[in-house]
């Protein structure tokens, strides 16, 4: 089983790195970007497990390790 | 006083901190492994700057699991001293020792300088030898510190007047020039409620002798000793 996991910075934080992608890609000639936001995809690959349990663990290390909730949202799903 | 400065791996500052306060200040100072349970008898713990565990996931993040932070935070709960300086303040925010986070410098580049930043109140222990709007010049080393917290969360510092030091121009005026990361409010270092807890990002311990450019960083660690000597 796979939980894949991607974290991005919230809406009201400041993002640089993904204004700086989105010059670097409207340098490339790319037209019609609105924004851009960079942020993270993290795979743990889980041994056997409840889906239900293995979801409650992961949320948990999600909030408390894999995400800083002050700057950053997370949504994962496990299959 | 007793000092203890935490090493983890990949902490970088740590022997300056050591000769700072040992060797310049003559206190009894000692380092304290990451992996240690218990710190001993220490009146103030230094959280010190580098890159604890390569800044991997995120700057502090890993560290605030070591056991020795799990000693930090009790020690700061029985009311010890606790100074956080550059990845240290990034640790202690992780741990939620304080509060908000240090995000990416708003121009993306790590910046080695010598800054300038202004005492905003000398109501803790660790400016309290200074003079309300006291401007020192201290050199900051770092690629993430710019300080982020949401808005409520910013008016509780100010109300309670928990921002010790803010980014500034030379002549002490708060400008957005000055603000070479982007912190909101200029914000350079700010306490707990209990104000026993302090961070900054900017490197007292890198500016406690004239030969390093300015001698300005001993108010910080002037005002620490200062403030044993009012408790006993």
Redesign the interface.
């Known amino acids: 089983m796979k939980a894949k996991i991607i974290v991005m ?1 919230k809406k ?3 993002d ?2 993904g204004k ?1 992608v989105k010059n670097a890609l409207e340098s490339m000639s790319f037209k019609g970007i609105k924004d851009v936001r960079v942020g993270k995809f993290i795979e743990v690959e889980l041994t056997a497990g409840s889906k239900a349990a293995l979801k409650k663990k992961m949320d948990r290390a999600c909030h408390d ?2 995400s ?1 909730p ?2 950053e949202e997370y949504s994962f799903e496990i299959s | 006083m007793k000092f203890g400065i935490i090493q983890f791996p990949g902490s970088n500052c740590d022997q300056d901190a050591y000769h700072a306060l040992a060797d310049v200040f003559g206190q009894s100072t000692r380092y304290i492994w990451h992996k240690d349970n218990a710190m001993g008898d220490v009146d103030c713990v230094v959280v010190p700057g580098g890159f604890s565990y390569g800044d991997y996931l995120r700057t502090g993040a890993i560290a605030r699991f070591s056991p020795a932070m799990k000693a930090v935070a009790a020690h700061a709960k029985a009311g010890g001293l606790v100074i956080g300086i550059c990845n240290g303040f990034q640790v202690l925010c992780e741990a939620h020792l304080l509060p908000g986070a240090l995000i990416r410098n708003r121009g993306l580049k790590f910046i080695c300088d010598h800054v300038y930043i202004r005492v905003e109140t000398t109501d803790s222990p660790f400016t309290n030898a200074c003079k309300k709007g006291q401007v020192l010049r201290i050199p900051i080393a770092h690629g993430e510190g710019n300080y982020f917290a949401e808005p409520k969360v910013i008016e509780q510092l100010k109300r309670e007047d928990r921002i010790l030091v803010r980014y500034c121009a030379k002549d002490g005026k708060l400008t957005d020039a000055a603000n070479v990361n982007g912190s909101l409010d200029n914000i350079a270092g700010i306490c707990n409620e209990s104000r026993n807890v302090f961070a900054l990002m900017p490197h007292p311990e890198r500016s406690s002798e004239k030969i390093l450019g300015s001698n300005d960083g001993r108010w910080i660690f002037k005002s620490i000793l200062k403030s044993e000597i009012a408790v006993s």
Do not use: A
Request: net charge neutral.
């Open positions: 910075p009201t934080v400041l640089p790195q700086t390790l894999l800083n002050v700057i």
